[in-house]
């Protein structure tokens, strides 16, 4: 039998340990779960303003993000988060000497632009981005030193927020809670996109949710297993 097909059972074996409005819950949400557009967090200092990422992108619907550590280690602030990191996927770029280049080849093999979101001499406001032209990632980088050259070398647009004081740039997390809330506003809007997740992304972020859902979910898969190559059973 086809993997996809034992996934999709192990899915509602779990889901019977769930109770039917958390399911219902799951499938009302996913509902407006995007992988269009993703979020790259380029070696973030501060927990805080790193989890606070994380929290926008779930209220936003933003599946998956990406965190590159060079100098320094992601670490969640479950203050901060309230758990929103167990509903997103994280994926880590971590083992190589230049991290960030790794990660930018990475995402343009899977059909990525990379957006710098730093002012820069060929720079984009963000009334005016065009969400028409592909998958975007978007970038934001350290506190102090911000986008690193690499990205900035690498990028295939600059993105920058309009502002109108003295102060020359948003902490990191509110950047990133303006230019989604707009974007995804616009996605949502948009009638001409195929934004949202296919029915094997879905199906995977499901599989993932019930896993972080169900307690000792480990236990109970070797059991499915078990029960699953017996006859007669499941």
């Not at 070696?43 to 209220?59: H, W």
């Not at 406001?125 to 970038?139: P, T, Y």
């Not at 948009?190 to 859902?213: A, C, F, M, V, Y």
Request: overall charge neutral.
């Amino acid at each position: 039998m086809k993997a996809n097909a034992m996934q999709t059972e192990l899915i509602e074996y779990l889901s019977t340990f769930v109770t039917p409005e958390r399911l219902t819950l799951f499938k009302k949400v996913l509902k407006n779960r995007t992988s269009y557009f993703t979020v790259v967090l380029e070696d973030i200092y501060q927990s805080q303003n790193a989890s606070a990422v994380l929290r926008t992108c779930d209220c936003f619907g933003i599946q998956n993000v990406n965190v590159i550590e060079n100098r320094n280690t992601f670490d969640v602030n479950k203050e901060v988060a309230l758990g929103s990191s167990k509903w997103l996927t994280i994926r880590k770029f971590t083992e190589g000497r230049n991290n960030s280049l790794q990660a930018v080849k990475t995402l343009k093999k899977e059909g990525f632009r990379i957006v710098a979101t730093s002012p820069h001499t060929n720079d984009t406001l963000l009334d005016n981005f065009d969400i028409e032209k592909g998958k975007a990632a978007f970038v934001f980088g350290s506190e102090l030193p911000g986008i690193s050259e690499t990205i900035l070398n690498e990028a295939d647009e600059y993105l920058k927020i309009p502002m109108f004081g003295f102060t020359e740039s948003f902490n990191i997390s509110v950047s990133a809670a303006i230019i989604l809330h707009h974007l995804t506003h616009k996605l949502h809007q948009n009638e001409t996109i195929d934004w949202r997740l296919s029915p094997e992304e879905k199906e995977e972020i499901s599989l993932q949710w019930l896993r972080n859902t169900v307690k000792r979910s480990d236990l109970l898969e070797q059991l499915f297993a078990k029960q699953r190559n017996q006859p007669g059973k499941i």
